[in-house]
T-cell receptor, first 115, second 108 residues
Framework: GAVVSQHPSWVICKSGTSVKIECRSLDFQATTMFWYRQFPKQSLMLMATSNEGSKATYEQGVEKDKFLINHASLTLSTLTVTSAHPEDSSFYIC???????????FGPGTRLLVL | GQQVMQIPQYQHVQEGEDFTTYCNSSTTLSNIQWYKQRPGGHPVFLIQLVKSGEVKKQKRLTFQFGEAKKNSSLHITATQTTDVGTYFCAQGAQKLVFGQGTRLTINP
């Protein structure tokens, strides 16, 4: 399967600051990447679909101006949480879909804590 | 998107006991996928089922897809402490919709 990395793995920041999370597909050119959010003891919820070279597609209820996604290359997508607040504290996970198969391979995730 | 309901939410067993988690949908699913997430970790793909009535096995894990393609189950025989984690079903092509997950804890 595809190997996916995320950076950073942990972020602690003050309320009001912006945080950028990187997702890299290390061995696979991903035209599409996905960003999920998982609150403690809850399931994963899809936030947005990141498309290389075009605008991301956001799920209902996810503010595109707050969660900025940039997919500038086939191996890198970034998620920027702008003006982060404590309620944005969560586990952010990206994934790539490997070719025509519908399985997804997840990155190790980024834990964000906003104080 | 199509929702999948997963039960139970939690399951605690003695090591060596069996474990089963179930996913149900009110509509026909094109496929069902299963993932395992260890505590503090990220979801890891286990398997995908696409055919009506399909049964697949991975060592002590048995995955089933219902005849009507509206339900699925994951059964673990003789659990081991390494089986601890949350098991999620998910459906969809590309955009995955996850079940609520079943958190399995094991008493050694």
């Amino acid at each position: 399967g595809a190997v996916v990395s995320q950076h950073p793995s942990w972020v602690i920041c003050k309320s009001g600051t912006s945080v950028k999370i990187e997702c890299r597909s290390l061995d696979f050119q991903a035209t599409t990447m996905f960003w999920y959010r998982q609150f403690p003891k809850q399931s994963l919820m899809l936030m947005a679909t990141s498309n290389e070279g075009s605008k991301a597609t956001y799920e209902q209820g996810v503010e595109k101006d707050k969660f900025l996604i940039n997919h500038a290359s086939l191996t890198l997508s970034t998620l920027t949480v702008t003006s982060a607040h404590p309620e944005d504290s969560s586990f952010y996970i990206c994934s790539v879909s490997s070719g025509s198969k519908e399985t997804q391979y997840f990155g190790p995730g980024t834990r964000l804590l906003v104080l | 998107g199509q929702q999948v309901m997963q039960i139970p939410q939690y399951q605690h067993v003695q090591e060596g006991e069996d474990f089963t988690t179930y996913c149900n949908s009110s509509t026909t699913l094109s496929n069902i996928q299963w993932y395992k997430q260890r505590p503090g970790g990220h979801p890891v793909f286990l398997i995908q089922l696409v055919k009506s009535g399909e049964v697949k096995k991975q060592k002590r894990l048995t995955f089933q897809f219902g005849e009507a393609k509206k339900n699925s189950s994951l059964h673990i025989t003789a659990t081991q402490t390494t089986d601890v984690g949350t098991y999620f079903c998910a459906q969809g092509a590309q955009k995955l919709v996850f079940g609520q997950g079943t958190r399995l804890t094991i008493n050694p």
